[in-house]
């Protein structure tokens, strides 16, 4: 679906936002999810890697009502790559601390996605119910999101998943004159991160053996950039010349 040029309404597009269930491991919860997002409406689902997608079991929980999104999810086995083609990735976690460093509430992240989705993809990714994202599925996020709860912390996958439409639903009215414009897709993203992470460790920027630690450090600041797909390109474009140079004064050592 082509992104539009529409002048900002204030409200967040639905349309341009998806839910992700990483690895979900029960049906039932697929289906309430789905019907989650119909409440709320939103329409796009995308199931990665599910532990165990009977249909017949996602449905019963789905209703009539949400069947349509059931039967136009997208099931995928890898999470980079169902998160390519978005400009915007929000992970949702429950821990915090550690590198979940900076995290938002719902409130304030659905605010800010009223202008950031008028021209970007947005996906809205939840982990396992019993773990929840890694570590390594956040570094593909550019925000994070922290559900505030009371002394019991743990929220049922659909559970979660409402509590994030109802926010992005209601959001709206408050909002400047200022549209996002187009972002660079997590895909261009990955691909620049994976070039500036061989080159920094290829000048001994950053150490070879545990890369991530600085690395996270660069998500962190270049996702508060907002960068488009020109300024990756720019970025990539640096690196390829850094690397160039490089190999040119080793020849001639």
């Known amino acids: 679906m082509p992104l539009t040029m529409n002048k900002i309404s204030g409200r967040v597009r639905l349309e341009h936002v998806t839910i992700v269930l990483q690895r979900p491991r029960f049906p039932e919860n697929i289906g309430s999810?789905?019907?989650?997002?119909?409440?709320?409406?939103?329409?796009?689902?995308?199931?990665?890697?599910?532990?165990?997608?009977?249909?017949?079991?996602?449905?019963?929980m789905a209703t009539h009502g949400a069947a349509d999104i059931i039967d136009h999810a997208r099931i995928l086995q890898n999470l980079r790559e169902a998160l390519s083609p978005f400009h915007i990735v929000i992970g949702t976690t429950a821990r915090l601390g550690g590198e979940r460093e900076v995290v938002y509430s719902p409130a304030h992240m659905a605010e800010k996605l009223i202008s950031i989705s008028q021209q970007n993809r947005v996906a809205i990714v939840f982990g396992p119910e019993d773990r929840g994202l890694s570590n390594e599925d956040l570094r593909l996020c550019h925000y994070l999101v922290n559900i505030p709860t009371a002394d019991f912390s743990s929220l049922n996958l659909a559970q979660a998943v409402m509590v994030m439409c109802y926010e992005i639903f209601t959001a709206g009215e408050s909002l400047s004159n200022i549209?996002?414009?187009?972002?660079?897709?997590?895909?261009?993203?990955?691909?620049?991160?994976?070039?500036?992470?061989?080159?920094?460790?290829?000048?001994?920027?950053?150490?070879?053996?545990?890369?991530?630690?600085?690395?996270?450090?660069?998500?962190?600041?270049?996702?508060?950039?907002?960068?488009r797909a020109g300024e990756v390109s720019i970025i990539r474009g640096i690196c390829r010349q850094i690397a160039w140079y490089g190999n040119k004064n080793r020849g001639n050592n």
């Not at 119909?38 to 995308?46: A, D, F, P």
């Open 179 to 227: 549209s996002i414009p187009r972002l660079a897709t997590r895909h261009e993203l990955d691909g620049m991160y994976d070039q500036l992470r061989d080159i920094l460790v290829h000048i001994n920027y950053i150490h070879p053996e545990n890369p991530d630690y600085w690395m996270n450090k660069i998500r962190h600041f270049l996702t508060r950039l907002q960068l």
């Open 33 to 60: 999810a789905a019907r989650a997002m119909r409440n709320m409406g939103i329409g796009q689902l995308i199931v990665v890697e599910p532990e165990n997608y009977d249909l017949s079991r996602v449905l019963k």
